[in-house]
């Protein structure tokens, strides 16, 4: 076989996967968003923008990811400093954080709707308690907030794991050796983990902060089933409009905008998380 050949054919499965899952997909839904009925238009976005939904919909896809996002960080970064540090029970340790991601986001939705249900574990544990004489409805149309808080609650139980692998495998990849000539300079455990673990930890940071961003703009599920229409969110408005209106055009067109959102996010991050290259390990 020729030498020179062999890459582009170990690559040719690759890219034929993403060629039709991927490109031929994204290239029927931007035709279906500046089209109507055969014709070019911008109609789609302008149907979209002018729904009475649209701003409560972009407010809150993004300050549910503005919320979520830095605190899974902070979270995934005590999870994966505390995985990275045992000396036994390491994997048992990642095992159990891990759990979360074997879940669907349906099925993750579901478990925080027992809880904050009517006749749920919330309620049975405050009744138990004497706290309140009757149940309280924590996810009526009327408690957006409550309804908001409850997502984020299960967005965080659902998906910091996530990140925590990510940083876990990071960690794992900074060399022991500069730990210890810290320690003999007198460096705290604070001091190494701001001037040593953060600073070459920014590929992973990059990577976990990326994907988990681009994941924030697609909830959807844990949405429907915690809030239903109560908390619209731009996928769950992208659904609306395919099925529900019956006007695939707006769908796409919505779609498309998640997707110019997370491409920006995706371009931000690569900036400001960036690692020079003689920086590299």
């Known amino acids: 076989m020729n030498g020179k050949?062999?890459?582009?054919?170990?690559?040719?499965?690759?890219?034929?996967?993403?060629?039709?899952?991927?490109?031929?997909?994204?290239?029927?839904?931007?035709?279906?968003?500046?089209?109507r009925d055969g014709a070019f238009t911008l109609d789609n976005f302008r149907t979209m923008a002018g729904s009475w939904k649209f701003p409560a919909t972009v407010r809150n896809t993004l300050l549910l990811a503005a919320i979520v996002v830095p605190i899974q960080l902070a979270m995934a970064l005590l999870m994966a400093s505390v995985v990275s540090r045992l000396e036994s029970g390491r994997s048992a340790a990642l095992y159990i954080f891990a759990i979360p991601l074997g879940i669907s986001d349906l099925a993750a939705g579901l478990i925080w709707l027992a809880i904050f249900d009517q006749s749920g574990f919330l309620n049975t544990l405050l009744s138990g308690l004497g706290i309140v004489d009757r149940p309280i409805m924590f996810l009526g149309y009327q408690?957006?907030?409550?309804?908001?808080?409850?997502?984020?609650?299960?967005?965080i139980w659902r998906a910091t794991a996530i990140m925590m692998v990510i940083l876990v495998a990071g960690m794992g990849l900074i060399p022991?050796?500069?730990?210890?000539?810290?320690?003999?300079f007198g460096a705290g455990p604070w001091k190494r983990f701001v001037r040593i673990t953060l600073p070459l930890l920014r590929p992973s940071l990059q990577t976990a902060i990326i994907l988990r961003v681009i994941l924030a703009f697609e909830v959807f599920a844990v949405v429907a089933a915690l809030g239903g229409t109560n908390l619209p969110v731009l996928m769950g408005e992208t659904y609306n409009w395919q099925f529900t209106l019956?006007?695939?055009?707006?769908?796409?067109?919505?779609?498309?905008?998640?997707?110019?959102?997370?491409?920006?996010?995706?371009l931000f991050f690569l900036r400001v998380l960036r690692v020079p290259k003689e920086a590299r390990i």
Request: glycine fraction near 2%.
């Open 246 to 266: 019956q006007d695939r055009n707006v769908a796409a067109a919505s779609a498309l905008l998640i997707l110019a959102i997370s491409i920006g996010f995706t």
């Open 5 to 35: 050949a062999l890459p582009y054919l170990l690559l040719m499965p690759a890219t034929l996967f993403l060629c039709v899952f991927f490109l031929y997909p994204f290239a029927l839904v931007a035709f279906e968003a500046v089209t």
């Open 143 to 155: 408690s957006k907030l409550t309804i908001f808080i409850a997502v984020a609650l299960a967005e």
């Open 176 to 184: 022991k050796e500069y730990y210890e000539a810290a320690e003999v």
